[in-house]
């Protein structure tokens, strides 16, 4: 337990309404990450976080957004949720030299 | 971009019997690493791999790491119901940034 807390766990939203899915650290890493799971893609980067305020795009980034304004929070937002966002979302830090991961519990997140 | 292709997708076996998910990527690597997310779980970090050609062990489970780095496998002996869940093996560019690129991961079931 890398002291990650993802919120909500669970979500049940309609298409076209806004979303912010929550992540927090209590551990003061610097890197943290926002992935996507869904079935035969294994994990998917949307966005990642190397410090306050320094974002960067991952594979999936279309549609999503983020923010950090602390180093122990990470937000990610869907701005106009579409059925095709429903999937289980991660979050991650990671930690050491060559940046192996600690995830979160996951948001499972369903777009009706 | 970098890809990272796993196999097989599945894999249903008796207890007892041995187990191997193999990892390919399209790029040279900086390490690979492996992850175990049990059903309805999180994806944990297992271990990571740096060297060309390196082999490390883990009670039962026996991990290689290609002599072009562009390859590892997974092995599991005599392997048990708490060995079920999805692996993943994730990999960091050549160039060492901080971006994992995870593969599809393998289903393991186990047969009791």
């Known amino acids: 337990d890398a002291g990650i807390t993802q919120s909500p766990r669970h979500k049940v939203t309609e298409t076209g309404t806004p979303v912010t899915l929550r992540c927090h650290q209590t551990?003061?890493?610097?890197?943290m990450y926002w992935y996507r799971q869904d079935p035969g893609h294994g994990l998917r980067l949307i966005h990642y976080s190397y410090g306050v305020k320094d974002t960067d795009k991952g594979e999936v980034s279309d549609g999503y957004s983020v923010s950090r304004s602390k180093t122990e929070d990470f937000l990610l937002t869907l701005e106009s949720a579409t059925s095709s966002q429903t999937s289980v979302y991660f979050c991650?830090?990671?930690?050491?030299?060559?940046?192996?991961?600690?995830f979160g519990p996951g948001t499972r997140l369903t777009v009706t | 971009g970098q890809q990272v292709m796993q196999i097989p997708q599945y894999q249903h076996v008796q207890e007892g019997e041995d187990f191997t998910t193999y990892c390919n990527s399209s790029t040279t690597l900086s390490n690979i690493q492996w992850y175990k997310q049990r059903p309805g779980g999180h994806p944990v970090f297992l271990i990571q791999?740096?060297?060309?050609?390196e082999v490390k062990k883990q009670k039962r489970l026996t991990f290689q790491f290609g002599e072009a780095k562009k390859n590892s496998s997974l092995h599991i002996t005599a392997t048990q119901t708490t060995d079920v869940g999805t692996y993943f093996c994730a990999g960091v560019g050549e160039f060492g940034n901080e971006k994992l690129t995870f593969g599809t991961g393998t289903r393991l079931t186990i047969i009791p």
């Open positions: 551990e003061n890493h610097r890197y």
């Open positions: 791999l740096v060297k060309s050609g």
């Open positions: 991650a830090i990671s930690v050491g030299h060559h940046y192996e991961q600690y």
